[in-house]
């Protein structure tokens, strides 16, 4: 998806109506009554070649309190600060109201890209709204029918050119994951990082862990709201730092807690846009609270990241209000172990955002945990591997059928990806695969990051099935002439 379309206007202007009509499904509840829409729905659109997320909002109302209709503008004004693009619609019929110009202001504050339609605009009834409409000072408004579908080429050709600058922008944002390998001398190493293409990393954590305040302390100055309040973070917000020594992008993410507790609908669409910063991130920082460590909330957390093929560290904060601290880290090293044993090895570094002590420790958890993310091994060296693990552990024979793994390669990095040809593929438990895994990252120091290992069948091929047999010379003109030399 390349950028994000957030619909907007005042109750009843036909918004769900062309959510739905983008989306190609009836997601939206559509009804004559104004006011059916109250929470923030997302879909997946498609315009002709285009493809972009679609928010159905709320309808703006002229609330500032605590009302239901306060509440739900403020929650529409959160989605117009995220979208890239905003779609301001209007009643073409009913004409411009006061309560429109009020919102077109308040848009030309909040977002740089804002589009001007007027919907219901078919026929002569909506001729004259649309008139109206370029006293908004949004531009030439677009005429359009969500309900028939008028309009949307129009909409196409003014979404097509912003959407080139978004797919150029999300091109240089989103890193490089799964990178193909291409050759067997390819030592170049993983990308450095610089001002122009920096090391992003996101910081993610149960609320009050201590994000914004470690964040802080890295960059030198106090960029970021922090206070003993938890889910005062309500975006993600990136900052530049030059992290002893290294060009950093760094993400500062919502508190997230579990899913149950999630009732507020800002905390929810705070909580997806810290789940986009993972997808940003090639080193992700999970932040644990020293004193109420590895609870369920954690565990998902730190789980979702390795899901996302992300390099992982984590990081106790708060560690200047440990007493023993000897003993506390030896029950943290323990839990990480047992409850987190698909990212074995990975750096367990504690911090104190308050004090600063520890972020040196950080910075080459960090930076170990990307190198460990870009590590190659050779077919050489990979099959070499593989005999000596086989001979220690055969794979097992189910139904006496002998599994052979033939040969091995990485096929990617970022994180390291490998295949294993073999036969009977579909026949190998689970338990050998992690048995090769945790070989993989003991032998090749790889600790902690995400590796993928896949097996692939291999027939017992022939490899002389396609050649023609050699025949002698003495016999050859003898075949020629279709002479077997046979008696019958």
């Not at 559509?30 to 679609?54: H, K, N, S, W, Y």
């Not at 003993?228 to 993600?236: F, Q």
Request: proline share 6%; charged share 30%.
């Amino acid at each position: 998806m390349s950028f994000t379309l957030a619909i907007v206007g005042r109750p009843n202007v036909g918004k769900s109506t062309l959510f739905n009509r983008l989306v190609g499904r009836r997601l939206a509840l559509v009804d004559d009554q104004p006011g059916v829409t109250r929470d923030l729905r997302e879909g997946d659109a498609r315009l002709g070649p285009l493809r972009f997320i679609a928010i159905d909002t709320a309808g703006l109302e002229d609330a500032k309190d605590d009302s239901l209709q306060g509440r739900m503008r403020r929650l529409t004004e959160r989605a117009v600060e995220m979208a890239d693009v905003c779609l301001f619609v209007v009643d073409a019929r009913a004409g411009i109201t006061p309560t429109d110009q009020i919102f077109a202001e308040i848009l030309r504050r909040k977002n740089a890209h804002v589009i001007l339609a007027a919907n219901k605009a078919e026929g002569r009834a909506g001729e004259s709204g649309a008139l109206e409409a370029y006293a908004l000072g949004l531009g030439e408004p677009l005429r359009i029918s969500a309900e028939h579908g008028e309009g949307m080429d129009d909409l196409y050709s003014v979404l097509a050119p912003l959407a080139e600058g978004f797919a150029a922008r999300n091109k240089l944002q989103v890193p490089e994951t799964d990178v193909d390998v291409s050759g067997e001398d390819d030592e170049e190493g993983p990308r450095k990082p610089t001002k122009e293409r920096p090391l992003q990393i996101a910081v993610i954590g149960r609320p009050n862990a201590g994000k914004s305040t470690l964040i802080n302390k890295i960059i030198g100055e106090d960029r970021l709201l922090t206070g003993p309040e938890a889910g005062i973070t309500r975006d993600a917000i990136s900052v530049s730092a030059d992290f002893m020594g290294t060009p950093m992008r760094i993400f500062d993410t919502a508190g997230m807690r579990k899913r149950a507790k999630v009732t507020d609908k800002l905390e929810k669409l705070s909580v997806a846009d810290g789940l986009r910063a993972v997808r940003f991130a090639e080193v992700v920082v999970v932040l644990l609270d020293v004193g109420i460590p590895f609870e369920q909330q954690d565990l998902r957390i730190a789980d979702f990241a390795e899901t996302e093929g992300r390099a992982v560290v984590l990081a106790a904060n708060k560690w200047d209000l440990e007493e023993d601290k000897t003993e506390k880290l030896k029950e943290l090293r323990e839990a990480f172990e047992r409850l987190l044993p698909q990212l074995k090895g990975a750096p367990l570094v504690t911090v104190s955002a308050k004090t600063g002590k520890g972020l040196d420790r950080l910075n080459a958890a960090i930076l170990k945990a990307y190198d460990v993310w870009n590590r190659r091994v050779t077919t050489a060296k990979l099959n070499h591997w593989l005999g000596a693990m086989t001979e220690a552990h055969p794979p097992p024979a189910p139904g006496g059928r002998r599994i052979r793994l033939r040969y091995m390669t990485q096929v990617k990095t970022r994180p390291p990806a490998f295949v294993v040809m073999c036969t009977h593929a579909d026949q190998i438990p689970e338990s050998y695969g992690r048995y090769l895994t945790n070989g993989l990252r003991e032998s090749f120091d790889m600790p902690g990051t995400p590796i993928r290992l896949t097996f692939r069948d291999q027939g017992a091929k022939n490899p002389y099935k396609d050649r023609k047999k050699s025949i002698p010379s003495r016999l050859r003109k003898h075949v020629e002439k279709g002479e077997t030399g046979r008696k019958d």
